[in-house]
């Protein structure tokens, strides 16, 4: 599937982010949506439902995250009735601290870390689901090259389309659409590969069209 990047985002641009996903999940070919079950990820998630009931929602589960963050996730894949694939590291959480430990950032051994427990996951999921669009939660005011995204991107050869459906949305937007929708929160989150909120763990510059 191959589209015109540049008029796609020129309709799309300051189109609610649920009519992006509408948009998204009526193009030919499977979508999914990804998920860290992070800081307003019902968001989008709850916008995927909304637009396909079924969409597969992929979660990358690195094994580091906190108790209340596995709480959550269940509360709402249950809640939403979301078909949820976990792909996980092949080497266990406990494995990996016997032998490395979580190291970091600044750690030459972070960067091995970082593929281990989250591109090596994201790229075999993607293998493996062969998805035609990917949604992802991204916004625009979260990180520096976040700021110089487009909504809608591709590869050049035609591969899978990104999409960002919010965007271009703030903090504030997505805590108001929590409420409007009774939705819950997860602020008790922790990234290993990111430890800072605004710094890439490497998978949306590695994996960007």
């Known amino acids: ?17 649920q009519e992006i996903v509408n948009w998204a999940a009526g193009l030919d070919g ?22 396909q009931p079924d969409m597969d929602v992929v979660w990358i589960d690195s094994g580091y995250a906190t108790r209340k963050t596995y709480l959550f996730a269940e509360k709402l894949i249950n809640d939403l009735e979301l078909n949820v694939h ?10 990996r601290d016997a032998l490395m430990g979580i190291p970091d950032v600044d750690d030459p051994q972070h960067e091995e870390f970082t593929h281990q427990v989250k591109l090596e996951p994201f790229g ?6 062969s998805p035609d669009v990917w949604l992802t939660a991204v916004r625009r005011d979260q ?19 990104k999409v960002a459906p ?29 430890v ?4 890439e763990c490497g998978l949306h510059n590695r994996f960007s069209a």
């Open 143 to 161: 990180t520096a090259f976040r700021q110089g995204m487009d909504i809608v991107s591709q590869d050049k050869a035609g591969g899978v389309i």
């Open 166 to 194: 919010v965007l271009e949305w703030t903090e504030i937007d997505m805590e108001r659409y929590l409420i409007e929708h009774g939705l819950p929160n997860e602020t008790n989150y922790y990234d290993p590969t990111k």
């Open 124 to 129: 075999r999921a993607m293998r493996e689901m």
């Open 86 to 95: 976990v792909f996980n590291p092949l080497m266990s959480a406990a494995r």
């Open 196 to 199: 800072l909120g605004n710094r």
């Open 30 to 51: 499977r979508t999914i949506v990804t998920t860290n079950f992070g800081p307003y990820e019902a968001v989008i998630l709850h916008m995927a439902v909304q637009a």
């Open 1 to 17: 599937m191959d589209i015109d990047t540049a008029k796609v985002n020129a309709e799309l641009a300051g189109r609610h982010p």
